[in-house]
Structures are given as C-alpha cells and as structure tokens.
C-alpha cells in the first residue's frame, strides 16, 4: 500500500524497478495463499481446475435432461449426433449425452473415492514403514514390493472376477464398490513409497525432534508433526492416483469386468460401442474423450500443484 | 558381480513366494474351487466326485495343496490344465507368448527410437516452440486412454483411409496375419502398425518427459561445464558426455514400469485380436478358466522380476561408478 503511494510521486525510469519481496506493512502470506497464488501462475492448470469443475457440476445435471439413461426408444436406434440428440443415440435407442452424464456420475465417483481409499491405505502403510523402521519397515516395503510386480490389470481382472463370485457378496455383485475396492487394493502401493520417504526425511528433521523431546507420542509426530508437512508430495500423488482410478476403471468396465451394465460408467459405454463401432462410429469417440479431457485436466492440474508445492521452481522461466 | 547376482535372486524369492502365496490363496477363495464345473453337471454322482477329489489332491489341507502346486508348477513345468480347451496351460503360454514379446519389443524400440531425440531436443531447448508444443502433446499422450486410442486408430485407418497400394483398407483392424499370408514378414509388418502406435504413444509421451528432466539436471552439472570449457565440440559435450549419464536412470524406470506395460497388453490385443498373452487372458477370464488365469499372472510376475533383475545387472555395466561388492 505504500508502495502505491509512493508510486504516485516517482518517474517512469523508478517504476520498473520490482517491488521488494518483504514490505513491512504488509502481513506476511498464508502458507494457503501462497499456494494458491503459485498455482494459479500455471494457466493450464488453473484452465484444468475450472474444467473439472464445470465437468462435475454437468455430470450432476444429468437429472436435468429430457431423456433417461435407461430407457429403450425402439424408434430412434443409431441416430447421428444432431440438435435433439447432442451425441447421437446408441443400439437401444438411448440418447448417449445423457447415458455420459449419468456414466460420468459413476466414473467420477470411483475415481475419488478409489483416490481417496488408496491413498489412505498408501499413507498409513507408508508412514509406520518410514516412522518405525526395522522389522515393520521391512516386512511392510516386502509386502509392497510383492504388490508391485503384480501385472496390474491381470490380477485386477482375476481379483474383481473372484469377487463377484464371492457367495456373501451375491448382492453387491454388480455394484461399483466391487471397482472401487479392486481398483484401491491395487494402487497404494506409489503413496505408501511416497509416505515412506517423506516419513524418513522429515522424522530426523529438528521440529520433530523438539516434538519428541517435549513428549510428543508416536501418533501424534506422525499425524500432526510429520503428515500435516508431507501435504504437497501427498496431493500430487493423490492427483495421480485419480487420473490412474479413472483410466483403469473405464479400463476394466471396458473389458466386461468393472461396473456391469445396466449402471452406465465411461468405460461400459465405450465397451457397448465397440461392437456397433463401424455401423456408429460416434458412439466410440464421445465416451472417450470424456475420459480424455478428464485425465488430462487432472494430470495438469498435478503438475500446477507440484510447482506450487516445489519451492525451487522458478516461475519465471515458465511463462 | 557373481555375489551381487546371487543376492538380487536371494531378494527376489520371497517376493516370488509371497506372491505365489497370495495368488493361490485368491483362487482357491473361489467357491466351489476347480470341481465347481463337476459339480453342476447332474451327470456327474456324489461318488464320482469324491473320487476326483482324492485324485486331485481337494481332500488334502490347503497348505500342503499349495506346495504340491507350486512343487509342480516350478520344477515340474507342469502349470495346470485348462478347463475350458482342455490342454495343458504351459502349451498355450509358449505358444502366445512370442506374439506379446514381439509386438511389445518393437513397441518398445519405436519408442526409444522417438522419445530419445525428442526428449534430448527439448532439453537442449528448453521452453523453446518445439518444447512448449511436445510439454502439451505429452501430457496428451499420458492421458490417453489406450483402449480409446485403438479404436480411433481402427476408425480412421480402417474405415476412413484406402489403401494407397491397393484394395482394402490402409491398415487391418486386427490379427497378426492375413488369412492364406501366415509367415508372411511383410503382411506381419503391415498388421504390427496401428497397435504399436497404439502402444507407442503413451511411452513416447512419458520417457521423452523424462529424459528432458534427466537431461536438463546433468546439463547442469559440473563435469558438463568443464567439458564445454575445454573446447569439446557440441556434439561431443551433448551426446558423449550428457545423453550417456541421462539414460542410464530411464533403465532403472523402464523396469518398474514393466507391470504396466504388461498390463497394457489385455488392451492392446483385445481391441486388436493379437494372438499373444493379453487376449489369452481375457479369454480365460471371460471363460472362468483360472487354471490358465493363475499361471498367466505367475508368468508375467516372474517375467517382471526377471527384467528388473536385468535392468540392476545393466546398470552396473552401464555406470562404471556402480561397484556391487
């Protein structure tokens, strides 16, 4: 503020000179606002971000549409996409905008709540690996090691095929939680690896030693000392583990084995048009590219927080 | 090295059996285990199907079925008998694995081929046009979803191109040989194209990325300074100097993507109808086949630690700073 004062009374020549980093009157910034303030420097991802938003805030208008994602028109099979029809209408007569809305409703929520369930498992796995060492740290990093080498969309075919044959899961055979926990099962391994290395670097780190020294217990370094600091790596990983959930649940329902129709998902929708692909070929590109744009807006938006995370990186330079 | 070698593989045996261990347990979850079919069929009499339980070991505790199993599988080479063809498992695994290990391997070639100069290109121009546009198309190539990107392939080429040489199609939309054509080189070149694309794209856009971060952290680094500073030409400074010291962790990467890269096959060969390891799988998943479900994923599992192994061996050839014991 008193800069702009000052400004008032100084040449052209002394006004490119940069303001100074610290300025005494004013407050100095949130560790949030600063955040905030970095990512938004990445115009891609700030793009990405609203994108989403807007992706999600449609998927949940899906209600809103004239048409329903189930219901058979006999007389309309096949149309082209057209003004009554945004993305045509498949095999069954079913208007495809809507069927994406709805099926977006489901990819999405398998994306976050996968994301979610994962990244906990990973966090806390991690974390009692890196924080306690030793036998835990060994037998825990063995476990992931062994979670690793698995091909992954082998076993989660085999893993979500034995799952639906459980006998006291009859009932939630066909329903998305299956994905949901198959997908999750599969993917803690990358946060854990995260967790755990963070964990080693910042329990040796003086304001945990001070911590412990007052007589700070082990939950309470990790859960408020070490974790609460772990907050960047975390988010991105967790970025990458939504952008992973969504291409692998539409993977799976793509082969027959993630989210069973008549629920529409991305992936299902794709799997339904591949047989009809060259007598309607737009039923092929519409379900995928909402995937697509989905994953590449979540991947960007990863890469805005990793900038704004990073303290070494340089704005600058990046545009 | 002989010590080191030995204990990669005393590392990697428990890994091996602790996943060996949880795949048969997964399988066995299954209810009605291998006799489920048996069961079902009204033919088949309650004493009839005792007796096939006593031959098949089904009486005996689970863990001493678990050894006899893994006994048979790793020294035997005797990996079960599919339910659904019939035949022993092991036969169909060699016969399609080559057709995986061929279109991943020149997969993988193309990609090397491509991602290196690109990704040295954008190191060496950093935030230049090329290196703006490739940032942009790597992310959209990350986030392609393989499936989806086949079936455009499928359209466009497929569907939407002639063939300029002749009749048909640019491409085929599946197989690996024209019917009348097997053993053909040519008409298998021609089938290889639109699923190595397929398969391509993805790995381009991401080792390119990484070889541009590696590359830009050694351009940076002191020994690059000094070999500028001495009058080595660009070439030499960039290629000899730099490019070596920036492949070497892309060998380290490659063997911790295999697993994905492996799984990317049910895809890729789904969509393509590739004779290889992936559609067998899918086939036998759809079928319920576990015998064949559950050798598979041992194959590819012991295939992945394998490669790594390889890659640590590699990587003590490649960097001579590298001394394991």
Known sequence: MVFSTLAFVMTEATLSIPEPIFSASARPESLSALIWRRFKRHRLALVSAILLGLMTVLVMSAPLSAYSATQLDSKDEFAKPSASHWFGTDELGRDVFTRILYGGQVSLAVGIFSTLISLTIGVIVGALSGYYGGWIDNVLMRITDTFLIMPVVFVLILFSALLRELP?????????WLVIIAISSFAWMWPARIARGLCLVLREREFVSASRALGASDARLIFQRILPNSLGPLLVSGTLQMAYAIITESGLSYLGFGVQPPTPSWGNILESAQVHVY????????????????????????????DAFDPYVIHTEKS | MTTYITRRLLQAFPIMLLLSIFLFGLVRLM???PLAQAERNP????????AMRVRLGLDQ?????????????????????????????????WERLPATLLLFGIGFLVTLLIAIPVGVYSAIKPYSLFDNIITTLSFAGQSVPVYWLGLLLILIFYLGFQNPFGEGPMFPAGGMYTIGKEGDLLDLLWHLVLP????????????????????RDIL????????????????????????????????????????TIFGGAVFIETIFSWPGMGRLFWDAARGRDYPVLLASVMIQAALIL?????????????????RYD
């Open chain 2, 220 to 259: 940076n680094e002191d020994f690059i300074r000094t070999a500028r500073a001495k009058g080595l030409s660009f070439r030499l400074v960039h290629f000899r100097h730099a490019l070596r010291n920036a492949l070497l962790p892309m060998v380290t990467l490659m063997a911790l993507d295999l697993p």
């Open chain 2, 196 to 215: 190595i694309i397929a398969v391509s794209v993805g790995w381009v856009a991401w080792y390119s990325r990484f070889l541009r971060s590696s590359m």
């Open chain 1, 279 to 306: 007598r309607a070929p737009w039923l092929a590109v519409f379900p995928g590219l909402m995937i697509f744009i989905t994953v590449i807006a979540i991947n960007f938006v990863g890469d805005g927080l990793r």
């Open chain 1, 168 to 176: 006291n899961f009859a009932e939630y055979r066909n329903s998305v």
């Open chain 2, 306 to 322: 394998l490669f790594n192994l390889v890659a640590d061996i590699l990587y003590g050839f490649l960097d001579p700073r590298i």
């Open chain 2, 43 to 50: 033919n088949v009499s309650p004493e009839q199907l005792s």
């Open chain 2, 31 to 33: 209810p009605g285990g």
């Open chain 2, 61 to 93: 505790p689970l863990p001493i079925q678990y050894v006899k199993w893994i006994k048979a599988f790793v020294f035997e080479g005797d990996w079960g008998y599919s339910i659904k063809f019939r035949r022993p498992v092991a036969e169909m695994i």
